[in-house]
T-cell receptor
Framework: GAVVSQHPSRVICKSGTSVKIECRSL??????MFWYRQFPKQSLMLMAT?????????EQGVEKDKFLINHASLTLSTLTVTSAHPEDSSFYIC???????????FGSGTQLSVL | KNQVEQSPQSLIILEGKNCTLQCNYTVSPFSNLRWYKQDTGRGPVSLTIMTFSENTKSNGRYTATLDADTKQSSLHITASQLSDSASYIC???????????FGTGTRLLVSP
């Protein structure tokens, strides 16, 4: 089946630093990828839709200058948490649809801890 | 407002027993309904996808049902195993959109 690889799986950083998370579709091309955020014991919350070659679409309440998304190729989308603060600590997950396939494949997630 | 509600919020069962998880949705227009299994600290993994015309679908020990009239779905797990301990998330897709509406999940713990 299709594979979505997310890296890193865990990152700890100091407050004020920026963190980049990568999401790769390993065996299919994805013109659209999705970024989610998940707090403990809560469900996934869509943050933004990443579109290859164009600007990402952010959900209401998500700061686009805080969460920078780049989708420069059909197999890679990145999420950069800029000037991270402790309240940004969360589990971040990406996902993508293979073309003409209804299944949505998720990355393994990135646990971000901001000290 | 598009919503997906799941029950129970959490569940503990003994290994080998069966269980059923519930999902009620108010998403419209409805495209399909998915069940995902999410292990702690991992991304969700698809179990089943059901369209409007399907009322049951199985994947091994997992059987999902869908009643599009009452807008209810269930996930039945047979002969539970310790590895079934996870969160189970019901997700509904809106017709014409790639966005999904996520339920809050049911946390299942299978106890030896």
């Amino acid at each position: 089946g299709a594979v979505v690889s997310q890296h890193p799986s865990r990152v700890i950083c100091k407050s004020g630093t920026s963190v980049k998370i990568e999401c790769r579709s390993l065996d299919f091309q994805a013109t659209t990828m999705f970024w989610y955020r998940q707090f403990p014991k809560q469900s996934l919350m869509l943050m933004a839709t990443s579109n290859e070659g164009s600007k990402a679409t952010y959900e209401q309440g998500v700061e686009k200058d805080k969460f920078l998304i780049n989708h420069a190729s059909l197999t890679l989308s990145t999420l950069t948490v800029t000037s991270a603060h402790p309240e940004d600590s969360s589990f971040y997950i990406c996902s993508a649809y293979p073309s003409h396939n209804e299944k949505l494949f998720f990355g393994s997630g990135t646990q971000l801890s901001v000290l | 407002k598009n919503q997906v509600e799941q029950s129970p919020q959490s569940l503990i069962i003994l290994e080998g027993k069966n269980c059923t998880l519930q999902c009620n949705y108010t998403v419209s227009p409805f495209s399909n309904l998915r069940w995902y299994k999410q292990d702690t600290g991992r991304g969700p993994v698809s179990l089943t996808i059901m369209t409007f015309s399907e009322n049951t679908k199985s994947n091994g020990r997992y059987t999902a049902t869908l009643d599009a009239d009452t807008k209810q779905s269930s996930l039945h797990i047979t002969a539970s195993q310790l590895s079934d301990s996870a969160s189970y998330i019901c997700v509904v897709r809106v017709t014409g959109f790639q966005k999904l509406v996520f339920g809050t999940g049911t946390r299942l713990l299978v106890s030896p």
